[in-house]
């Protein structure tokens, strides 16, 4: 069982399961601060208690350096199915990432075409050129 990500004024749509969401969230925190992303992905692989010492941590990081603005941040932390962003947050997270990273599969392996990193920037540039949010499910 997966989700997918969406373009929704032009449709364009690509297939991923939960694990896939994590790791691109992971990425985008890491590409616009490195510690911000360390502490993301320390946070969101604890559970309980450890979990939220680790989302405190993040927190406080948060408030005194500001890694990331509140629409980056919102991205970050909406739920993993029945989430949107707006094309401004697209844009902005383009603008942070674009060029910085490597491609490398996000979606299913085992797909003929798996969805990929390069597919998801270039997605966030087709939402905020048609003024359209993204949307995942």
């Not at 490195?34 to 948060?62: F, H, P, Q, T, V």
């Not at 844009?91 to 969805?115: R, T």
């Not at 003024?131 to 995942?136: G, P, R």
């Amino acid at each position: 069982m997966g989700l997918y990500i969406k373009c929704k004024k032009t449709g364009t749509t690509y297939y991923l399961g939960y694990g896939g969401m994590l790791k691109l969230r992971i990425k985008v925190a890491e590409l616009f601060d490195k510690k911000l992303g360390y502490l993301y992905k320390d946070a969101l692989c604890k559970i309980g208690d450890k979990r939220k010492e680790a989302l405190s941590a993040i927190s406080l990081y948060a408030n005194q350096h500001k890694p990331v603005s509140l629409k980056v941040w919102n991205f970050l932390f909406l739920p993993d199915t029945g989430a949107e962003i707006t094309y401004g947050c697209c844009k902005e997270i383009y603008d942070g990432i674009n060029g910085k990273c490597d491609d490398f599969v996000i979606g299913y392996a085992a797909q003929d075409n798996p969805f990929t990193w390069n597919q998801f920037v270039e997605l966030l540039k087709e939402c905020y050129e048609n003024k359209s949010k993204l949307i995942w499910r």
